[in-house]
């Protein structure tokens, strides 16, 4: 007599959960009235996401008990997962996160005596080739989603103790995209989160407290200040074409010329509101007094100020940093000049999170890690 092997019917696969982190208000709404929910759902909703910090329908007590279990059943409150958070003896915080297609991205928040800024990422890698960027050095992958934008600040607000949002100490006041990535590069997404994260009811940003930051993507910049309103910052680093086009490659196709008409009518520009011009401090290369006096024509016309940024090495790059004498020079010429001129301090070295080290530090340390692991197996 024969035997059949009988197989155990295979389970039903469960549909993916839909993420309501990232969706706007009117998105939302939509996504609620197919369930047959009035609109006014989709605001407690969206209170309790973005005001509360709940990830778990069941803690949304204004809602009845057979609404938040047919939430529950449709839809998730999402995080990324924080693959490694590392804290930095100046109080600087970095999170590696994963996101729910294995890619990986960074944020770090910076706190000061009046404010702590959150630097988000914009995109998996970055599609940009500043050569003195180690960031730059990685492929892009893919834009972030508005959701993985906003998760980011979420993160941030979970580990800082930030919810209720509604606080007067709040620790997370500024939001600068200065992360992985070129903004400007994955606009429509980067629109939605900033919207989301300006509502009033939610995260309640103001937009003068928000920062984008471009390499100098001309066509939409424009578009940039009369969309989202937030504040400019343009990464310019040279003031010369033959310069910047070794330093920021993107000049070859929106030369200086250019980037700096886009800066004189960005909307909203004034003595208020000023465009921050960004200016890494390279060794010989950029930091003369010719340079500084080059930097001061070149914007006269422009409501400004610039951010002096000491350069941050990285192994096999071609550049140094300038010393303090040259770099302390460089900024009386532009403070005489009549323009604001912070060097700014780096901030979270020793995590490996100060401007231009994001993500590639902890490839490196996950290649260490599967080296070390691949030598113990071994060696057993």
Not at 57 to 62: C, I, L, P, S, V
Not at 128 to 154: D, K, P, W, Y
Not at 204 to 225: F, Q
């Amino acid at each position: 007599m024969s035997t059949v092997a009988v197989s155990a019917p295979e389970a039903p696969v469960q549909p993916a959960l839909k993420d309501l982190v990232g969706l706007d208000r009117d998105q939302l709404a939509e996504e609620l009235k197919a369930l047959g929910l009035p609109k006014f759902r989709a605001g407690q909703i969206w209170h309790w996401i973005y005001h509360k910090g709940v990830t778990d329908f069941a803690e949304m007590t204004t809602l009845a008990k057979p609404l938040r279990a047919e939430l529950a059943a449709h839809y998730k409150i999402g995080r990324p997962e924080i693959t490694r958070e590392q804290w930095s003896t100046d109080g600087t915080a970095k999170w590696l996160l994963k996101f729910d297609d294995g890619n990986e991205a960074e944020a770090v928040f910076i706190p000061d005596d009046d404010r702590g800024t959150l630097c988000i990422s914009s995109q998996v890698g970055c599609t940009l080739t500043c050569s003195f960027c180690h960031t730059g050095t990685q492929r892009l992958v893919r834009n972030l989603t508005a959701g993985e934008m906003v998760a980011q600040i979420l993160v941030a607000l979970d580990r800082l103790n930030g919810f209720p949002t509604a606080q007067e100490d709040r620790r997370l006041t500024n939001i600068v995209l200065m992360g992985m990535g070129e903004p400007l590069y994955n606009f429509d997404n980067v629109k939605r989160a900033m919207m989301i994260a300006m509502d009033g009811e939610g995260l309640g940003l103001s937009k003068r407290r928000i920062t984008l930051s471009t390499s100098g993507i001309v066509p939409e910049m424009e578009r940039c200040g009369e969309e989202i309103g937030v504040n400019l910052a343009v990464s310019l680093h040279a003031c010369n074409d033959e310069l910047r086009n070794k330093l920021v490659p993107i000049n070859k196709k929106y030369p200086i010329k250019e980037l700096i008409e886009a800066c004189k009518s960005y909307p909203g520009v004034n003595n208020a509101r000023r465009i921050t011009f960004e200016y890494v401090m390279l060794k010989g290369v950029n930091d003369s007094l010719e340079d500084a006096r080059a930097l001061v024509k070149l914007i006269e016309d422009i409501p400004a100020k610039i951010n002096l940024i000491p350069f941050n090495p990285w192994p096999g790059v071609e550049y140094e940093c300038s010393d303090d004498e040259t770099i302390e020079a460089f900024a009386q010429v532009v403070l005489k000049a009549g323009y604001a001129s912070p060097v700014r301090t780096p901030r979270g070295r020793d995590i490996l999170a100060a401007c231009g080290q994001l993500k590639s530090a902890s490839e490196r340390l996950r290649k260490k890690d599967r080296i070390a692991a691949i030598a113990a197996a071994s060696a057993g």
